[in-house]
């Protein structure tokens, strides 16, 4: 029986209202999630128009547990790949520029539910080049304020690179959020080491383009930065933007959804990725920078010797051990967690992204995954790191209150 035969009416008519807004172009993005099929580990299917070489394609992200792989389809192939993964998933959510069809499954019954959207200004066409200025607009005043952009609202030249920057960071970003499983639309977020903020103006603005209400807190050490950040935010009227002067360490915010460190420094990371874990904020990001803590108490295992004897290969290894501890710290507590490179090595050296979002709620952390810990710090003979340690602190702190919240 072919897949078309075995599905339902309802299945049938949203394929359809899929095919229309392709061919009308209307269509804006589609999200297969509840993946029940033979992949393992692939949890949901993202489809977005591009433009590739002048060509009207879908993008498709097809989104692991811990991995994104993208794959373009002319829309013939995109169609047919949807229809087969229609079939593996339980829910199907089509958003259009003006109204968002969603479909679910279970075994009872199929539901074909339609919503109205807001009209989309029919302008933001698909080609690549659009797609990248999709997130910010180049016309915002804030980006003259911030030394991005001219007069004429053009990127200046030797600022391009921290553009591009900027725009991938928005990007990852706004499928983070797209990800996270909340109704609300009130985001409490606070950017650690907020530096000349340029990536906490993009979020304000980007998620206030979005129909979200965020407040977003800059944190930073350094008083004419925050002073110049509080300026600008004043000028252009973000309310709901404010710089703290102080440090990451001694920050403490009462709420927490969204917790952002881009390359804070050293074990400033870890201060604020506790900040998150102890507040149950939704999601964590952050792009460590200058990991200091663990190379002087760095030991090499006898069997990597050889290859440990350079000087840079222990840097390196150091590194990659303080963000693998990192990454695992956060799985033990709740969080799907993914390390992926957030920028090609040729805009910044510091390239490296942690992304957690939280799934499970856990009485204590998962003790497989804090053995593996515990293997991994004595095979280098590492004593102490400070994620873990603000932690096992808080834990004696609450174990001592009598309090099991
Ligand atoms: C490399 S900049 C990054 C700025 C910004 N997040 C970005 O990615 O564009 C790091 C910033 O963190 C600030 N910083 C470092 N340690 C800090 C701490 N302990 N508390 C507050 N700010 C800190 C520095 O002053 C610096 O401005």
Known sequence: MSIWQQSSEQEQEWFLALEQALAEQRFERLILSQYHGEQTDLEKIIF???????????????RYKTQDITKNYSFEEALQQIQQLLSECKQANLLLNDAELQLKKNKKKVQLIQSKRQQVNQQQANTHNREKQRYLQLTQPYLQDLGITDQQAKVIPS???????????????????????????????????SGKGYLTFAMYDYLQQQGWQPHITGVELRHNLVEFCQDVAQKNGFQSLSFFEGDVRSYQPEKLDVMVALHACDIATDFAIHCGIRLNASMIMCAPCCHKELRPQFKSPEVLKPMLQYGIHQTQQAEMLTDALRALLLNAYGYETKVFEFIGLEHTSKNKMILAIKRKQLDQPDPKIMAQIEALKAMYGIEKQSLQRL???EQVDQERLGCRC
């Open 159 to 193: 600022m391009a690179k921290k553009w591009k920057q900027i725009n991938k960071f928005t990007e990852i970003f706004s499928n983070a959020i797209a990800d996270l499983p909340t109704q609300q639309k009130e985001l409490q977020i606070v950017d650690f080491g």
């Open 391 to 393: 932690l096992e602190d």
């Open 48 to 62: 977005k128009p591009v433009a590739l070489q002048q060509q009207a394609k879908l993008s498709c992200i097809y």
